[in-house]
Protein backbone atom coordinates (compact mmCIF):
# COMPACT_ATOMS: atom_id res chain seq x y z
CA UNK A 1 0.00 0.00 0.00
CA UNK A 2 1.21 3.59 -0.38
CA UNK A 3 1.25 6.39 2.09
CA UNK A 4 -2.45 7.36 1.21
CA UNK A 5 -3.64 3.94 1.08
CA UNK A 6 -1.46 3.46 4.97
CA UNK A 7 -3.12 7.06 6.25
CA UNK A 8 -6.69 5.65 5.13
CA UNK A 9 -6.43 2.62 6.56
CA UNK A 10 -5.04 4.00 10.33
CA UNK A 11 -8.06 6.53 9.90
CA UNK A 12 -11.01 3.78 9.05
CA UNK A 13 -9.62 1.26 11.78
CA UNK A 14 -9.53 3.35 14.36
CA UNK A 15 -12.96 3.10 16.40
CA UNK A 16 -14.65 5.71 17.59
CA UNK A 17 -18.69 6.15 17.88
CA UNK A 18 -20.20 9.10 18.92
CA UNK A 19 -19.24 10.17 22.57
CA UNK A 20 -16.54 7.63 22.68
CA UNK A 21 -14.12 8.87 20.15
CA UNK A 22 -11.08 8.64 22.17
CA UNK A 23 -9.07 6.08 20.44
CA UNK A 24 -9.74 7.66 16.91
CA UNK A 25 -9.33 11.37 18.76
CA UNK A 26 -5.63 9.87 19.15
CA UNK A 27 -4.68 8.79 16.12
CA UNK A 28 -6.06 12.46 14.35
CA UNK A 29 -4.05 14.44 17.30
CA UNK A 30 -0.84 12.42 15.94
CA UNK A 31 -1.41 13.45 12.34
CA UNK A 32 -2.55 16.38 13.21
CA UNK A 33 -0.12 17.73 16.16
CA UNK A 34 2.90 18.61 13.54
CA UNK A 35 0.87 20.16 11.65
CA UNK A 36 0.11 23.29 13.69
CA UNK A 37 -1.12 24.12 17.02
CA UNK A 38 -3.42 21.93 17.83
CA UNK A 39 -6.44 22.02 20.81
CA UNK A 40 -9.52 20.90 21.54
CA UNK A 41 -13.34 21.90 22.73
CA UNK A 42 -15.03 20.40 25.68
CA UNK A 43 -17.20 18.27 23.99
CA UNK A 44 -13.59 16.60 22.15
CA UNK A 45 -13.48 17.78 18.68
CA UNK A 46 -9.57 18.85 17.52
CA UNK A 47 -9.09 22.25 16.51
CA UNK A 48 -5.14 22.42 14.47
CA UNK A 49 -4.79 26.39 13.71
CA UNK A 50 -2.21 27.48 10.83
CA UNK A 51 -2.02 31.36 11.62
CA UNK A 52 -2.10 33.96 9.44
CA UNK A 53 -3.67 37.23 8.25
CA UNK A 54 -6.80 37.62 6.63
CA UNK A 55 -10.18 35.71 7.20
CA UNK A 56 -10.75 32.52 9.72
CA UNK A 57 -11.17 29.67 7.19
CA UNK A 58 -12.47 26.63 8.79
CA UNK A 59 -12.58 22.88 7.37
CA UNK A 60 -14.69 20.29 9.23
CA UNK A 61 -14.51 16.69 9.02
CA UNK A 62 -16.58 14.73 11.79
CA UNK A 63 -14.66 12.24 13.32
CA UNK A 64 -17.19 9.94 15.04
CA UNK A 65 -18.76 6.43 12.84
CA UNK A 66 -21.99 4.93 13.53
CA UNK A 67 -22.22 2.20 16.32
CA UNK A 68 -24.18 0.83 19.16
CA UNK A 69 -24.37 0.84 23.06
CA UNK A 70 -25.25 -1.44 25.30
CA UNK A 71 -28.29 -0.82 27.36
CA UNK A 72 -29.14 -4.69 29.31
CA UNK A 73 -27.54 -8.18 29.90
CA UNK A 74 -30.11 -10.99 30.40
CA UNK A 75 -30.09 -13.86 32.52
CA UNK A 76 -28.32 -15.81 29.39
CA UNK A 77 -25.37 -13.29 29.07
CA UNK A 78 -26.89 -11.63 25.47
CA UNK A 79 -26.56 -8.17 24.92
CA UNK A 80 -29.34 -5.13 24.16
CA UNK A 81 -28.40 -2.07 22.40
CA UNK A 82 -29.23 1.35 21.10
CA UNK A 83 -28.00 2.49 17.91
CA UNK A 84 -25.60 5.64 17.97
CA UNK A 85 -26.45 7.34 14.74
CA UNK A 86 -28.44 5.91 11.56
CA UNK A 87 -28.61 2.32 11.24
CA UNK A 88 -30.73 0.72 8.15
CA UNK A 89 -32.08 -2.40 10.49
CA UNK A 90 -31.00 -4.80 7.49
CA UNK A 91 -27.78 -3.93 7.51
CA UNK A 92 -27.34 -5.24 11.22
CA UNK A 93 -28.02 -8.45 11.19
CA UNK A 94 -25.60 -11.00 11.40
CA UNK A 95 -22.59 -8.60 11.69
CA UNK A 96 -19.67 -8.83 13.55
CA UNK A 97 -19.03 -6.34 16.20
CA UNK A 98 -16.75 -4.99 18.78
CA UNK A 99 -17.92 -4.03 22.69
CA UNK A 100 -15.51 -1.43 23.71
CA UNK A 101 -15.11 -2.72 27.27
CA UNK A 102 -12.85 -1.74 30.41
CA UNK A 103 -11.01 -4.44 30.28
CA UNK A 104 -10.31 -4.78 26.38
CA UNK A 105 -12.38 -5.67 23.19
CA UNK A 106 -14.61 -7.91 23.18
CA UNK A 107 -16.06 -9.70 20.07
CA UNK A 108 -19.33 -10.72 19.43
CA UNK A 109 -21.92 -10.93 16.40
CA UNK A 110 -25.11 -9.43 16.10
CA UNK A 111 -28.15 -12.39 16.30
CA UNK A 112 -31.83 -12.82 16.20
CA UNK A 113 -34.67 -15.88 16.30
CA UNK A 114 -33.37 -18.39 13.38
CA UNK A 115 -35.67 -18.37 10.55
CA UNK A 116 -36.28 -22.25 11.08
CA UNK A 117 -38.21 -21.27 14.30
CA UNK A 118 -40.94 -18.72 12.78
CA UNK A 119 -43.77 -18.11 10.81
CA UNK A 120 -43.85 -18.28 6.58
CA UNK A 121 -45.18 -14.75 7.61
CA UNK A 122 -42.44 -13.71 10.07
CA UNK A 123 -39.97 -14.78 7.47
CA UNK A 124 -41.25 -12.69 4.79
CA UNK A 125 -40.86 -9.25 6.90
CA UNK A 126 -37.26 -7.28 8.16
CA UNK A 127 -36.17 -8.39 11.24
CA UNK A 128 -36.09 -4.84 13.89
CA UNK A 129 -33.11 -3.68 15.77
CA UNK A 130 -35.42 -4.41 19.09
CA UNK A 131 -35.72 -8.51 17.86
CA UNK A 132 -31.96 -8.41 17.94
CA UNK A 133 -29.09 -8.98 20.27
CA UNK A 134 -25.45 -8.97 20.60
CA UNK A 135 -24.14 -12.43 21.19
CA UNK A 136 -20.31 -12.47 22.83
CA UNK A 137 -20.25 -16.60 23.32
CA UNK A 138 -21.15 -16.71 26.64
CA UNK A 139 -23.73 -18.66 28.24
CA UNK A 140 -24.88 -16.40 31.67
CA UNK A 141 -24.68 -12.76 32.95
CA UNK A 142 -22.17 -13.57 35.20
CA UNK A 143 -19.96 -14.69 32.74
CA UNK A 144 -20.85 -11.77 30.72
CA UNK A 145 -19.74 -9.45 33.34
CA UNK A 146 -16.91 -10.93 33.76
CA UNK A 147 -15.20 -10.51 30.35
CA UNK A 148 -15.63 -6.70 30.95
CA UNK A 149 -19.05 -5.88 29.45
CA UNK A 150 -20.82 -3.11 31.01
CA UNK A 151 -24.22 -1.42 30.40
CA UNK A 152 -22.95 1.67 28.23
CA UNK A 153 -20.29 -0.02 26.16
CA UNK A 154 -20.36 1.22 22.76
CA UNK A 155 -20.22 -1.09 20.26
CA UNK A 156 -18.43 -0.96 16.73
CA UNK A 157 -18.26 -2.25 13.72
CA UNK A 158 -15.86 -4.94 13.24
CA UNK A 159 -14.76 -4.50 9.22
CA UNK A 160 -10.89 -4.31 7.89
CA UNK A 161 -9.50 -1.71 5.37
CA UNK A 162 -8.80 -2.98 1.94
CA UNK A 163 -7.86 -2.40 -1.83
CA UNK A 164 -10.27 -3.65 -4.48
CA UNK A 165 -10.41 -4.53 -7.72
CA UNK A 166 -8.49 -2.64 -10.26
CA UNK A 167 -6.12 -1.02 -7.41
CA UNK A 168 -8.21 2.35 -7.06
CA UNK A 169 -11.12 1.81 -4.86
CA UNK A 170 -11.44 1.15 -1.14
CA UNK A 171 -13.60 -0.65 1.39
CA UNK A 172 -13.57 0.15 4.65
CA UNK A 173 -16.42 1.31 7.33
CA UNK A 174 -16.11 4.49 8.65
CA UNK A 175 -15.32 6.53 5.44
CA UNK A 176 -18.68 8.30 6.77
CA UNK A 177 -16.91 10.53 7.93
CA UNK A 178 -12.73 9.52 8.16
CA UNK A 179 -12.23 10.46 4.79
CA UNK A 180 -13.37 13.96 5.47
CA UNK A 181 -10.64 13.96 8.20
CA UNK A 182 -8.17 12.69 5.76
CA UNK A 183 -9.36 15.47 3.63
CA UNK A 184 -8.88 18.10 5.89
CA UNK A 185 -5.27 16.92 7.22
CA UNK A 186 -4.03 16.63 3.34
CA UNK A 187 -4.95 20.56 2.75
CA UNK A 188 -3.28 21.49 6.21
CA UNK A 189 -0.10 19.17 5.07
CA UNK A 190 -0.16 21.26 1.84
CA UNK A 191 -0.15 24.64 3.53
CA UNK A 192 2.01 23.79 6.02
CA UNK A 193 4.77 24.55 3.50
CA UNK A 194 2.63 27.05 1.40
CA UNK A 195 1.49 30.65 2.04
CA UNK A 196 -2.32 30.80 2.79
CA UNK A 197 -4.21 34.41 2.66
CA UNK A 198 -6.13 33.83 5.74
CA UNK A 199 -6.42 32.30 9.25
CA UNK A 200 -6.63 28.43 8.55
CA UNK A 201 -8.46 26.04 11.12
CA UNK A 202 -8.50 22.53 10.69
CA UNK A 203 -11.87 20.76 12.65
CA UNK A 204 -12.40 17.15 13.37
CA UNK A 205 -15.72 16.95 15.13
CA UNK A 206 -17.35 14.47 17.38
CA UNK A 207 -21.12 13.51 17.90
CA UNK A 208 -21.85 14.54 14.09
CA UNK A 209 -24.08 11.36 13.96
CA UNK A 210 -26.50 12.10 16.66
CA UNK A 211 -27.01 15.73 16.12
CA UNK A 212 -23.90 17.82 15.29
CA UNK A 213 -22.68 18.23 18.33
CA UNK A 214 -19.32 18.77 18.14
CA UNK A 215 -19.89 21.17 15.43
CA UNK A 216 -21.78 22.99 16.90
CA UNK A 217 -18.97 23.81 20.19
CA UNK A 218 -16.12 23.95 17.74
CA UNK A 219 -17.32 26.96 15.46
CA UNK A 220 -18.18 28.54 18.82
CA UNK A 221 -14.28 28.23 19.47
CA UNK A 222 -13.22 29.41 15.68
CA UNK A 223 -15.77 31.58 15.15
CA UNK A 224 -14.87 31.45 11.37
CA UNK A 225 -15.63 33.60 8.30
CA UNK A 226 -16.67 30.76 6.02
CA UNK A 227 -16.69 27.22 6.28
CA UNK A 228 -16.00 24.14 3.82
CA UNK A 229 -17.59 20.57 5.07
CA UNK A 230 -15.86 17.73 3.96
CA UNK A 231 -18.21 14.61 3.86
CA UNK A 232 -18.30 10.97 2.81
CA UNK A 233 -21.08 11.61 -0.38
CA UNK A 234 -23.62 8.90 -1.31
CA UNK A 235 -23.21 7.43 -4.32
CA UNK A 236 -25.79 6.70 -6.64
CA UNK A 237 -24.42 4.40 -9.37
CA UNK A 238 -25.99 1.22 -7.79
CA UNK A 239 -29.17 -0.72 -8.63
CA UNK A 240 -32.18 0.22 -7.77
CA UNK A 241 -31.36 4.24 -7.18
CA UNK A 242 -32.08 6.71 -10.62
CA UNK A 243 -30.51 9.32 -11.75
CA UNK A 244 -32.71 11.81 -10.97
CA UNK A 245 -32.16 10.82 -7.33
CA UNK A 246 -28.33 10.58 -7.67
CA UNK A 247 -26.12 11.07 -10.61
CA UNK A 248 -23.28 10.94 -8.27
CA UNK A 249 -20.85 8.04 -9.39
CA UNK A 250 -17.47 6.48 -7.69
CA UNK A 251 -14.72 7.83 -9.87
CA UNK A 252 -16.47 11.00 -11.40
CA UNK A 253 -14.75 13.53 -9.10
CA UNK A 254 -16.08 15.05 -5.65
CA UNK A 255 -19.34 15.79 -5.21
CA UNK A 256 -20.98 19.09 -4.43
CA UNK A 257 -24.02 19.45 -2.15
CA UNK A 258 -26.55 21.85 -3.15
CA UNK A 259 -28.84 21.17 -0.79
CA UNK A 260 -30.01 19.45 2.53
CA UNK A 261 -32.79 19.08 5.47
CA UNK A 262 -30.50 21.73 7.21
CA UNK A 263 -28.36 24.03 5.28
CA UNK A 264 -28.90 25.84 1.79
CA UNK A 265 -24.90 26.19 0.44
CA UNK A 266 -23.81 30.27 0.32
CA UNK A 267 -24.50 31.03 -3.32
CA UNK A 268 -21.28 33.03 -3.77
CA UNK A 269 -19.43 30.00 -2.24
CA UNK A 270 -21.22 27.56 -4.03
CA UNK A 271 -20.22 29.49 -7.62
CA UNK A 272 -16.33 29.88 -6.21
CA UNK A 273 -16.24 26.04 -5.81
CA UNK A 274 -18.04 25.56 -9.51
CA UNK A 275 -15.97 28.06 -11.12
CA UNK A 276 -12.53 26.58 -9.25
CA UNK A 277 -13.31 22.90 -10.37
CA UNK A 278 -13.43 23.94 -14.47
CA UNK A 279 -10.11 26.26 -13.81
CA UNK A 280 -8.20 23.61 -12.41
CA UNK A 281 -10.17 20.69 -15.02
CA UNK A 282 -10.89 19.08 -11.60
CA UNK A 283 -14.53 17.26 -12.04
CA UNK A 284 -17.43 17.60 -10.00
CA UNK A 285 -20.63 16.61 -9.34
CA UNK A 286 -23.55 17.40 -7.71
CA UNK A 287 -25.53 16.27 -4.90
CA UNK A 288 -28.78 16.67 -2.46
CA UNK A 289 -29.40 15.03 0.66
CA UNK A 290 -33.05 16.05 2.02
CA UNK A 291 -33.23 13.27 4.31
CA UNK A 292 -30.03 13.82 5.72
CA UNK A 293 -27.74 16.93 7.09
CA UNK A 294 -23.87 17.27 7.90
CA UNK A 295 -21.93 19.74 10.18
CA UNK A 296 -22.83 22.89 7.81
CA UNK A 297 -25.82 22.30 9.17
CA UNK A 298 -25.07 24.27 12.75
CA UNK A 299 -21.58 25.76 11.37
CA UNK A 300 -23.57 27.91 9.25
CA UNK A 301 -25.56 29.01 11.88
CA UNK A 302 -22.88 29.99 14.37
CA UNK A 303 -22.85 34.08 15.61
CA UNK A 304 -24.39 36.20 12.62
CA UNK A 305 -23.79 33.52 10.15
CA UNK A 306 -21.23 31.47 7.97
CA UNK A 307 -21.12 31.31 4.79
CA UNK A 308 -21.01 27.50 4.04
CA UNK A 309 -20.58 24.66 1.57
CA UNK A 310 -20.19 20.99 1.85
CA UNK A 311 -17.95 19.33 -0.52
CA UNK A 312 -18.28 15.20 -0.48
CA UNK A 313 -16.42 11.86 -1.59
CA UNK A 314 -18.64 9.61 -3.54
CA UNK A 315 -18.87 6.50 -1.05
CA UNK A 316 -21.28 3.51 -1.90
CA UNK A 317 -23.18 1.63 0.77
CA UNK A 318 -22.40 4.24 3.66
CA UNK A 319 -24.20 3.93 7.53
CA UNK A 320 -23.25 -0.01 7.52
CA UNK A 321 -19.76 -2.33 7.73
CA UNK A 322 -18.53 -1.55 4.71
CA UNK A 323 -18.39 1.74 2.36
CA UNK A 324 -16.59 2.00 -0.94
CA UNK A 325 -14.77 5.22 -2.08
CA UNK A 326 -12.37 5.81 -5.27
CA UNK A 327 -8.93 6.96 -5.02
CA UNK A 328 -9.27 9.72 -7.65
CA UNK A 329 -12.52 11.22 -6.22
CA UNK A 330 -10.59 11.62 -2.94
CA UNK A 331 -7.08 13.01 -4.89
CA UNK A 332 -9.74 15.57 -6.25
CA UNK A 333 -11.40 16.65 -3.25
CA UNK A 334 -7.77 17.65 -1.81
CA UNK A 335 -6.62 19.42 -5.24
CA UNK A 336 -9.93 21.25 -5.11
CA UNK A 337 -10.55 22.72 -1.99
CA UNK A 338 -6.51 23.29 -1.71
CA UNK A 339 -7.36 25.34 -4.80
CA UNK A 340 -10.22 27.03 -2.38
CA UNK A 341 -8.36 27.63 0.20
CA UNK A 342 -5.82 29.52 -1.56
CA UNK A 343 -8.22 31.87 -2.70
CA UNK A 344 -10.26 32.79 0.59
CA UNK A 345 -8.56 35.86 1.11
CA UNK A 346 -9.70 39.13 2.57
CA UNK A 347 -12.04 40.63 -0.52
CA UNK A 348 -13.15 37.41 -1.43
CA UNK A 349 -14.73 35.93 1.55
CA UNK A 350 -16.30 39.62 1.82
CA UNK A 351 -17.72 39.18 -1.17
CA UNK A 352 -19.47 36.09 -0.03
CA UNK A 353 -22.22 38.24 1.49
CA UNK A 354 -22.33 41.33 -0.65
Not at 11 to 18: K, Q, R
Not at 37 to 42: G, H, I, L, P
Not at 132 to 149: L, R
Not at 266 to 294: K, Y
Request: proline share 5%; glycine share 10%.
Amino acid sequence: MDQTEQFLQALTEAHGVPGYETEVRAVLRDYMTPLGQVSRDKLGSLICRQSGDGPRVMLAGHMDEIGLIVTHIDDNGFLKFLQLGGWWDQTILSQRVIVKTHQGDVVGVVGAKPPHLISAEERSKMVKKNDMYIDIGSTSQAETEAAGVRVGDPVVPDSRFAVMAGGKTYLAKAFDNRIGCAVVIDVLRHFQNAPHPNDLYGVQTVMEEVGLRGATTSVRAVDPDVAIILEADIAGDVPGIKKEQSSVRLGGGPALSVFDARMIPNVALRHLVIDTAAAEGIPLQFSNMPGGSTDGGAIHLNNVGVPTVVVGVPSRHIHSHGSIIHRDDYDNAVKLVTMLVAKLDAATVAGLTE
